[in-house]
């Protein structure tokens, strides 16, 4: 460790502004330490740990009593050097010492109180004895395998000097760590959380509904992303990547199909899938065709697979995006560039507010430049600078070097583009807000966006006009297959039901919405009977049965009301006899802009409706996107870093798989770390670590 610091010189923990830091950043009450004047110098309680050995050649050594390691003792060396390694001796192991010289040693001091001081409780946990503490290497490397998963850090970064120097001032004891170890640590890791997520599936309640999408690295290679949507015991949707696999040439339909066939197989759910969600790509039919095929045929799927097949709406959303940017793509250039103009200069930056509050601008929001490969930065972006129009006018009149002026046609053209996006965006935003949105907020989204190129198309004509109507023409195939699985979970949201669905049909469709209607209230009756028979309860809402009972009537005249209790008998049985849908419908709408977790609503309804309730689960677990709501507003294909890219294809797939898997088990628990069952060395990976 000596030899290692002087390797890295004085100026190794030094920051930017060239003020040394401390490596713990604690503040050591020296008194604790060090003696004072008027002590003798070896009073200092570091000696209660340490013994000086006899000096040789005027070389003075002290050795620890504890670990017995030797370290130089000189009266100019001071005794910092000692009180460090005494902190790192007593956390590498259980060792016996004074409790009296221990507590000397580790004395709280708080000098400041927004400052950490080293305590007893700040080396070791403070509940812990300090006979009792062990130092756990395996534990440790754990951290690092999850630190480098989770923050995809290239396996290099444990053979990195920095790091290294981090554990051996942490613990110096710990062994170094090469990139092949990590690699068995997190193949080792992989296979214990494969079986854990494979309970976790085999244990969840209602079925379960799959997304695929495609991947592509740096060199062109496609993966294939195989996830599971499902909702737990809880009622909380939870996501799992099952399957990143390259997929070799060619990037056939019957390839893809394949792919998750064999995902379905390898974990054992073909029979709990309810649905796909493809890309929303032109192969997605034959796909999703493929697989309804060889499911059906094994009667796994209810209802015929009405709810097997869905498409991705983020795809369709940024296509019209893309479409609508491209029309004006040299107007946001010129408009990037004067903004750069603007923000080059502090003083130029300085002026230009001062011109906008002159113009009585909104100067609340500043000037910001977008990321190309986000499209919420640049209609962000277009969004202030329509706010500082005025200035940019103003600023182009009086500066002759702002050579980036639009004209008013071009921020016309910008205001109209901005007011047709603006519906796409606010959509978008719901699908962000929620990061594990369910699907029945899909239907009321996407049909803002229907009614939005419908308004644009019957408006007056401008430069936008033949794009939306080509936009319009791909959404309205995209609505025309998958309205009737949108409607129906929008019905089972409490806010909705039939009669915000026959509101919107009726917008859209006029005279023809009945139809519609009618198509989505009888297929979530068919499913719902469906449902039923596979059901082990009866089929009405609380087998309430009506004991009709013959009452004796003690008088020996007849008052002509003897038949009244069968009347009453047969009008209760009727009304007794409505389903479960039929009592949830007839229920009064919640409001309609009321804030509701409709996966609460639905639990507190199982017991009452415990058929319905499960139907309803399985709906509302539909995905109707496969790119996760953190990427709602990316533009372009989903890419694996470049370090990924160049490890083989079953590494990689761990990678990500453990990655997704931790992320979302801290979610759930609300925890930093994730829980493991302990797992022997030889349950390592069976494809060989060879093959990472």
């Known amino acids: 460790m000596d030899n290692f610091d002087q390797k890295l010189g004085p100026d190794f923990l030094k920051n930017l502004s060239g003020e040394t830091i401390s490596p713990l950043s604690v503040v050591i009450h020296e008194d604790i330490y060090e003696s004072s004047s008027k002590r003798p110098k070896t009073t200092s ?135 092949k170890a990590i690699k068995r640590d997190i193949i080792s890791i992989y296979v214990r959380e494969r079986e854990n997520i494979r309970e976790l599936l085999g244990a969840c309640p209602g079925r379960i509904c799959l997304t695929s999408s495609t991947w592509k690295s740096n060199c062109d290679d496609h993966y294939n992303c195989v996830t599971a949507h499902f909702i737990d015991h809880e009622w909380r949707l939870q996501k799992r990547i099952l399957r990143f696999k390259l997929i070799p040439p060619p990037y056939d339909s019957l390839s893809i199909a394949d792919e998750i066939g064999l995902c379905m197989v390898q974990w054992n759910i073909e029979h709990k899938v309810f649905s796909v969600t493809l890309e929303n790509l032109l192969s997605d039919d034959c796909v999703a065709d493929i697989l309804k095929t060889r499911l ?183 609505w025309s297959e998958y309205n009737l699985i949108l409607s129906c979970a929008a019905i089972l949201d409490p806010r909705y039901k039939i009669k915000f669905v026959e509101y919107c049909y009726t917008k859209l469709y006029g005279s023809g919405a ?26 009405h809402t609380a087998t309430l049965s009506v004991l009709t009972t013959k009452i004796s009537n003690d008088k020996d005249d007849n008052d002509g009301f003897e038949d009244y209790e069968t009347f009453q008998s047969a009008r209760f049985q009727t009304q007794v006899e409505k389903s479960q849908l039929d009592l949830y419908l007839d229920e009064p709408s919640h409001d309609l802009n009321s804030e509701i977790d409709v996966l609460e609503y639905w639990t507190l309804c199982s017991l009452r409706y415990p058929e319905l309730s499960r139907m309803a689960r399985d709906v509302l677990t539909i995905p109707v996107s496969t790119i996760a709501s953190d990427n709602a507003f990316d533009i372009g294909p989903q890419v694996i870093s470049t370090d990924r890219s160049s490890l083989k294809s079953k590494m990689i797939q761990a990678l990500v798989c453990l990655q997704d898997w931790m992320l979302a088990s801290d979610k759930t628990r609300g925890s930093g770390s994730m829980e493991s069952r302990t797992e022997d060395d030889s349950s390592s990976s069976s494809d060989g670590d060879d093959d990472y």
């Open 296 to 478: 059906d045929a094994k009667k796994y799927l209810p209802f015929k697979g009405v709810f097997f097949n869905m498409s991705c709406s983020t795809r369709i959303l940024n296509l019209i995006v893309q479409a609508g940017f491209n029309l004006i793509i040299d107007i946001i250039g010129k408009l990037r560039l004067g903004i750069k103009y603007v923000q080059q200069s502090p003083h130029r930056k300085k002026n230009f507010y001062i011109i906008a509050k002159t113009l009585n601008l909104d100067t609340q929001k500043k000037l910001c430049l977008d990321s190309p490969s986000r499209w919420n930065s640049t209609y962000n972006m277009i969004e202030v600078a329509l706010c500082y129009k005025n200035a940019f006018l103003y600023l182009a009149e009086q500066d002759k070097n702002f050579i980036h002026k639009l004209s008013e046609d071009e921020w016309e053209k910008v205001s109209v583009s901005y007011k047709f996006l603006k519906v796409i965006f606010e959509v978008a935003c719901i699908f962000f807000r929620n990061r594990q949105p369910t699907s029945n907020l899909y239907f009321k989204a996407l049909w803002k966006v229907h009614s939005r190129l419908s308004d644009m198309v019957r408006g007056p004509e401008n430069f936008m006009t033949r794009m939306v109507k080509e936009m319009q023409s791909k959404f309205n195939q995209y």
């Open 45 to 179: 309680k570091v000696w209660d740990v340490f013994e000086k050995l006899p000096a040789q050649q005027g070389d003075s050594k002290a050795i620890c009593k504890l670990c017995r390691r030797i370290y130089t003792a000189k009266t100019t060396s001071g005794t910092s050097h000692l009180r460090r390694h005494i902190e790192a001796c007593l956390k590498r192991g259980n060792h016996d010492l004074d409790q009296r010289s221990t507590e000397a040693c580790f004395k709280p001091v708080n000098r400041d109180a927004n400052r950490h001081t080293v305590s007893h409780g700040t080396l070791i946990d403070a509940t812990t004895p300090l006979k009792s503490y062990k130092l756990d290497v395996d534990e440790i490397r754990r951290a690092i395998a999850m630190m480098i998963i989770v923050d995809a850090q290239p396996f290099r970064v444990v053979e990195d000097t920095g790091f290294r120097h981090v554990l051996n001032v942490a613990c110096p004891e710990f062994p170094l760590l090469s990139r």
């Open 514 to 539: 009945q139809q519609y209607v009618s198509a989505s209230v009888n297929t979530l009756y068919g499913l719902f009977h469906d449902y039923m028979q596979n059901s082990a309860c009866p089929s």
